[in-house]
C-alpha cells in the first residue's frame, strides 16, 4: 500500500472515530437523569435565598455584583426589588419545571439565564464553584433533548401518538446524537483536571496543612468528622495526594466500562466524604447528579436487567411498585390535551409572579407597614465605636501556635507516632504546628525537668511559609527516669508545653 493511502485510511479512521464519538444516536437516559437531579438540586438553594432576595440582588438591598470587582460598572442591570422577589420565585418554578419534564427545553433555558443573573449579582454567596458548574450544565442540558423521555413533555406526546397507533405498533424510544452529552463529560473532566494542576500549586496541600485548617473550622457548614481526622494529619497528607492523583486518571479512565465504574464510585465517596470531613452539602449533590451523563445506553440497559430480575424474584418488590403505579394513575391528568400544556404552563408562571410579590408584600420582613411606623435607625454605643475605631489589634503571640506533638518517626513531614513515654537515650522529635499566617519567627524548644531546669535547649527559624518546625532532642541516658515537659518559647514567653514522661533504659540480661 502506497504512503498517501496510509495517509488517507487514517484521516477516515480518525474522522469516523470523531462523528461515532459526537454523532452517534443513543438514547438520552443519562441527561434525562441530569435533568431530574441537578434543577431540584438547585431549586432547594433558590428556596433558601428567596426571603431574602430583596436585600441580596435588587436596587432596594445591598447586591455585590461579580462585575464591580473587575471595574465593569453597571455591567448589568440591578433590578427593583419587587421585580426580584417575583423573578427569583419564577426562577424556582423554572427549575420544578425543568427536573419534571415540563416544556423542558423554554424551562431549561429560563432557569439557565436567571441563574446566571442572580449569581452576577451576588458574588459573596451566590456565585460559588458549584453555581459555576451548574449553570453550564443547565446551559447544555437546554441543547440537548433530554426531556424526550422520562418527562411531562414525553408523556404527552406519546399520548397523542398512541391514539393514532395500531395496537400491534411496538413503541420504541427516541434517539439523538450525543454531543450535548459529550461536551458535559469534558466539562467535567476538564474540571478535575484543572483542579488537580491547582492543587499541585497550592501551597500546604499536598503536605495536608490545608486540608487540616480547614477541617478545623466551620467555614461551610457543621461536619461530624473533620476534627476528629485533624488527629492524623498524615492521614489527611495521604487523601491529598489520591485526590490529586484521581483526578488527573479520571479524564483517561472514564471512557471505559470498569474505569467508569472506579473512577464514578471513587468521585462519588470523595465527595461525600467532603460532605462528613469539610462540611460541603450543595456542591457535592450538584457533581454526584452530573455524574449520571456518563450513562450511556448499554449501561442503562445493564443495570434495568439486573433490577428486573431483582423484582421478578423479589415479591414486595412487585407489590411495592404495583402500588406505586396506582398512585401515579391516580394522580395523573386524563383529560389534558397536548395543546394545553403552553397555556397551562404559562398560567403557573404568572400564578407564582404574582403569588409571590403578595406574599412578600404581606410579609412586610423590613417593618414598611408596622402601625408603630417604619423602623429607625439607633445611635451605636459609644464603646463599640471607640472599638470599632481605635487602633488595630496585635495578634498575641500564642494565637501563632497551633499545638506541639511529640514522637520519634517522621513521614511526609508529621510525625506519624504520637505518645508521652520515652526511653533514655531515644532520639525525641518535637513538632510545633504554626497558625497561618505568621511572620519569619524564631522558636525556642526546651526540654526541661518536673521542677522547671532546663536540660537541653534548641530552637530554629520558622519562616512565614512553614507551618510547621520540628526539633530534634537526645536525653542522656544518665537522666533520672521520671516527669519531664518540653516547653515551646516565642519572644522569651512560653507559649505551648508537653508533658513526657522518661523511662528507664533497660540493659540486656545475661543468660
Same mark, same amino acid.
Given at each position: ?7 488517507? /485510511? ?6 469516523? %472515530? ?12 443519562? =441527561? ?23 436585600? =441580596?440582588?435588587? *436596587? ?6 461579580? *462585575? ?6 453597571? #455591567? =448589568? ?22 427536573? +419534571? ?8 433555558? *429560563? ?8 449569581? @452576577? ?37 406519546? $399520548? ?45 496541600? =499536598? ?10 473550622? %466551620? ?10 481526622? /485533624? ?24 471512557? $471505559? ?17 467532603? /460532605?462528613?470531613?469539610?462540611?460541603? #452539602? ?5 457533581? +454526584? ?16 436487567? $439486573? @433490577?428486573?430480575? &431483582?423484582? $421478578? ?8 411498585? !404495583? ?19 403552553? !397555556? ?8 407564582? &409572579?404574582?403569588?409571590? +410579590? ?18 429607625? &435607625? ?49 532520639? +525525641? ?54 516527669? #519531664? ?10 507559649? &505551648? ?15
Amino acid at each position: 500500500m502506497d504512503a498517501p493511502e496510509v495517509i488517507s /485510511t487514517a484521516n477516515h479512521s480518525f474522522r469516523d %472515530r470523531f462523528q461515532n464519538f459526537f454523532f452517534a444516536k443513543e438514547v438520552p437516559y443519562g =441527561l434525562a437523569i441530569v435533568r431530574m437531579l441537578l434543577p431540584m438540586i438547585l431549586l432547594g438553594t433558590v428556596c433558601t435565598r428567596w426571603s431574602y432576595s430583596r436585600e =441580596l440582588f435588587s *436596587a432596594d438591598g445591598a447586591p455585590a455584583p461579580l *462585575a464591580d470587582i473587575f471595574q465593569y460598572y453597571n #455591567y =448589568l442591570p440591578i433590578l427593583p426589588g419587587t421585580v426580584v422577589v417575583g423573578l427569583f420565585a419564577v426562577l424556582g418554578f423554572f427549575l420544578f419545571c425543568s427536573s +419534571i419534564g415540563w416544556m423542558t427545553r423554554f424551562s431549561l433555558i *429560563a432557569s439557565t439565564i436567571l441563574y446566571t443573573y442572580f449569581c @452576577f449579582m451576588d458574588c459573596i454567596s451566590m456565585a460559588t464553584k458549584y453555581s459555576v458548574i451548574a449553570t453550564h450544565a443547565l446551559f447544555l442540558l437546554s441543547l440537548s433533548h433530554c426531556g424526550a423521555i422520562w418527562s411531562v413533555d414525553s408523556w404527552l406526546k406519546n $399520548r397523542k401518538q398512541k391514539q393514532s397507533w395500531p395496537q400491534y405498533t411496538k413503541y420504541e424510544l427516541p434517539q439523538f446524537e450525543v454531543w450535548p452529552q459529550r461536551l458535559m463529560q469534558i466539562l467535567i473532566c476538564l474540571v478535575y483536571f484543572g483542579a488537580a494542576i491547582t492543587k499541585m500549586h497550592t501551597p500546604g496541600y =499536598l503536605e495536608g496543612d490545608q486540608i487540616s485548617y480547614w477541617a478545623m473550622s %466551620r467555614y461551610n457548614n457543621p461536619h461530624p468528622v473533620g476534627e476528629l481526622m /485533624t488527629l492524623y494529619p498524615i492521614l489527611l497528607s495521604v487523601m491529598s495526594y489520591i485526590a490529586m492523583i484521581w483526578e488527573i486518571a479520571f479524564v483517561f479512565v472514564v471512557w $471505559r466500562k470498569w474505569g467508569r465504574i472506579i473512577g464514578i464510585a471513587m468521585g462519588t465517596a470523595f465527595h461525600i466524604g467532603t /460532605t462528613f470531613s469539610l462540611g460541603l #452539602y450543595i456542591f457535592p449533590m450538584v457533581s +454526584i447528579s452530573i455524574y449520571f451523563c456518563f450513562l450511556n445506553t448499554g449501561d442503562v440497559q445493564w443495570i434495568s436487567a $439486573r @433490577f428486573r430480575r &431483582l423484582y $421478578r424474584k423479589g415479591g414486595w418488590v412487585y407489590q411495592l411498585s !404495583a402500588e406505586f403505579r396506582q398512585l401515579v394513575e391516580r394522580f395523573r391528568p386524563q383529560s389534558l390535551a397536548v395543546w394545553k400544556s403552553p !397555556a397551562a404552563w404559562a398560567t403557573g408562571i404568572s400564578a407564582v &409572579l404574582v403569588l409571590s +410579590i403578595y406574599v412578600e408584600h404581606q410579609q412586610d420582613l423590613y417593618g414598611l407597614r408596622r402601625a408603630e411606623g417604619k423602623m429607625t &435607625l439607633h445611635e451605636v454605643d459609644p464603646e463599640l465605636v471607640a472599638q470599632v475605631m481605635g487602633p488595630e489589634q496585635i495578634m498575641r503571640v500564642k494565637d501563632k501556635f497551633l499545638s506541639v506533638d511529640v514522637g520519634t518517626q517522621l513521614a511526609g513531614g508529621w510525625i506519624i507516632d504520637r505518645k508521652q513515654e520515652f526511653k533514655a537515650g531515644e532520639m +525525641i522529635l518535637v513538632q510545633c504546628a504554626l497558625n497561618p499566617p505568621h511572620e519569619d519567627i524564631w522558636i525556642d524548644c526546651h526540654f526541661c525537668e518536673e521542677n522547671g531546669r532546663i536540660v537541653q535547649r534548641t530552637g530554629q527559624i520558622a519562616p512565614r511559609e512553614n507551618m510547621r518546625a520540628t526539633f530534634q532532642i537526645y536525653p542522656s541516658e544518665i537522666l533520672e527516669p521520671g516527669n #519531664y515537659y518540653v516547653s515551646i518559647k516565642s519572644k522569651g514567653k512560653e507559649v &505551648l508545653r508537653r508533658s513526657i514522661t522518661l523511662l528507664p533504659k533497660l540493659s540486656p540480661v545475661a543468660n
